[in-house]
Nanobody
C-alpha cells in the first residue's frame, strides 16, 4: 500500500496549509484513515481521523477547531486543511490508513506515508 503525502511547507503563524494524501492502490472505501504528526524529540501524536464511509471524524485536542480532515473517495485522496497555524504545529505530518475504526492511536494504523514537513514560524 502506497500513501503519498504532499502540501507541506513553511508558513507564518496564523497562516494556512492544505495537506493531501493519495492512496491509489488502497481499498479506500473500507477502512479508516488519519493524520498524525511528529515534532523533533517528541512522540508521534494524533491529529485527526476519519471513517471514509460515514465521514465521521475525530480531532486531537491541540488542533480541534483549527484543522479539518476530509476525504475524496472517488479520487482516493485524504486531505487536512490547517488554519490558524501556530509554531507548535511544526512537525512532520504523516498520513495513515487501514484502521478498522477511526481511532486516534498510532498502533491502529498498519500503513503509513513517508511524511511531509510543516514549519510554522
Amino acid at each position: 500500500v502506497q500513501l503519498v503525502e504532499s502540501g507541506g511547507g513553511s508558513v507564518q503563524a496564523g497562516g494556512s496549509l492544505r495537506l493531501s494524501c493519495e492512496a491509489p492502490g488502497f481499498t479506500y472505501d473500507t477502512y479508516c484513515m488519519g493524520w498524525f504528526r511528529q515534532a523533533p524529540g517528541k512522540e508521534r501524536e494524533a491529529v485527526a481521523s476519519v471513517n471514509v464511509v460515514s465521514r465521521s471524524t475525530k480531532y486531537g485536542d491541540a488542533v480541534q477547531g483549527r484543522f479539518t480532515i476530509s476525504t475524496d473517495n472517488a479520487e482516493k485522496t485524504l486531505y487536512l486543511q490547517m488554519n490558524s497555524l501556530k509554531p507548535e504545529d511544526t512537525a512532520i505530518y504523516y498520513c495513515a490508513a487501514g484502521a478498522w475504526t477511526y481511532e486516534l492511536t498510532v498502533s491502529a494504523y498498519p500503513y503509513w506515508g513517508q511524511g511531509t514537513q510543516v514549519t510554522v514560524s
